[in-house]
């Protein structure tokens, strides 16, 4: 940790202050309000606590801190285009162009006698490193000098100080940007625990965070924000995870030692609903009005079924619920689709009637008995299948959030549900049409029907 800044020089403040009013007008605003209260408690503001820039990237303010003692790094790959880079640069520019990379851990910053000693043009120039790549080499006439790139968790107040750090040249000065809590009042600032703020962070190739002793693939098992560990949470439970650095991810369910009851079912070689492990299945039985037990299958399970899985291991033992008000298939699983905001669909009548309850399906399209919708938006003139009960019903106004589910179908159309599910007036006016066209008026069964039907606007 860095010491209380109890030496916030005026000279440096100044500096910064004039160079950004000539940018920035409303940061001169803000700086003057600011300025007055460092001045006032400049000797009780602190340094808030640096984290150690993660391996995976993260945005949020951060600082480098020179370190002599690290002359070299990994480089950033793949390495930013030369005509990209600043040319002649000093620490600060250097800095800057790092902090605009989400995997730039820092930077190793050459001055221009370095690389004279070296042989190179007398300019100046700075490698972009890896998070936690540099490596120690002692200080001489050819060697650079680490600027370590961390991170802030919170940021009360953003200042400018000096750094410096020794070269065989003599001393290299930089202005550093820094986060600081001022105190309040009489009181002096105080240590408190960082609160996260509303971090992002990126999600590079599979990257891999240790928490609690454990590796977790973010973006899988671990995430970035609530809304995605949300997501991805059977009941919407969502637990946080701190890493060693201090930085914060979500997991799927309410604890830790529960979150396999959060998983989601997932559906392999037409077997629906799996889960991964015994809790997972038994909590979705009770979600879905079971009695909480779970049945293994695989081909090592009592059942012995299937015989074998299409995904290697080919021998894995999953999980199904028990009891559950909808259908289990066995392998036979098709999944419904979505078309022109209709759902769930299906092309084969049996299939649908499987995912009813009462084993009944209801048609759709041009001619279908339940009349709408007129025509389908992908030309077909053919009747699709829905359950008549069980799951809930959209006629035309469904947004199907995961098309993911539906991978046997290519012409499913993503709209949004805009009402509840269920017959609307739209729906049945149209029936009434579809109906009157298959009718021959002159017949009396027609007249018949006609007479029968409710006369609006009387
Ligand atoms: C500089 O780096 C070395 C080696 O990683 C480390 O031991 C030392 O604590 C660092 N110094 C500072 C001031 O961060
Ligand atoms: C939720 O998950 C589905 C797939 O499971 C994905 O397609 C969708 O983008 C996710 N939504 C959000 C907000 O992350």
Redesign the pocket.
Known sequence: MLPPLRLLQDNVRARSTVRAAVRHPIFVLVTAVCWNAITVHADQAKELPTLTYPIEGAAGPDTYIPNASLTTCSLLDPYPATVSLPWNPTVAQAKEFCSQRINCGGIVYSTADINSARGSPSLATASYCLPSSFVAGTISATSGVAFVRHLYSSCDLRISLTSSAPTHYGTLTDIRKACVRPGRGLTPARDRTPRPRGRKYAAPPKPIVELSGHHYEVGKDVFVNI??AQ??SADGSVHTMLTSGGVYYYMPGSSHATRAEAEKPFVRDGWYPLYSTEAGAQAASIRDGGNGQAQEVGPGSALGQPIKWSEVPHAQSLWMPLATQSRTYIGDYIAPFALDGYFPLYSDIVDAQKASTGYTAQSHGPGSNTGHPLSWSNGEKRLFYMPADGPARYYGNYYD????DAPLYSHTVALRSTSAAGESAASRSAAQVVAAESMPTNTAAAAATLAAAPVWGR
């Open positions: 809304a995605s997501n991805q959030t995961s098309l993911a």
